[in-house]
């Protein structure tokens, strides 16, 4: 019983909830395509359409965070602040919202 909640405890600090703002970019451009730019959001569609995965470049440190869980496409045309658990460069989404 010790072990199984010593491995809990572990696994939930290895995850933190959190709330990252910033924009949506792709897996081959990364950080220079999340500032929302005109130019940068063409990029985005065009390599999301060629194979790359969606990622979110936040506002203040621009670190890349690879997603898992909701689909995000429908807001790469506006800034987002997204809800969920980071686990390393894993953000795994639980809510997508427009930021301000």
Request: charged content about 25%.
């Amino acid at each position: 019983m010790r072990i199984v909640m010593t491995a809990l405890l572990f696994a939930s600090a290895l995850a933190s909830a959190a709330t990252v703002t910033g924009y949506i970019s792709d897996s081959m451009c990364g950080a220079s395509n999340g500032n929302g730019s005109a130019e940068a959001r063409t990029c985005t569609k065009d390599c999301l359409k060629n194979g790359a995965v969606p990622v979110l470049v936040s506002e203040t440190d621009k670190k890349v965070f690879k997603l898992a869980g909701k689909d995000v496409k429908a807001h790469l045309d506006h800034k987002v602040k997204i809800t969920g658990e980071i686990k390393g460069d894993v953000l795994t989404v639980a809510d997508v919202q427009k930021a301000e």
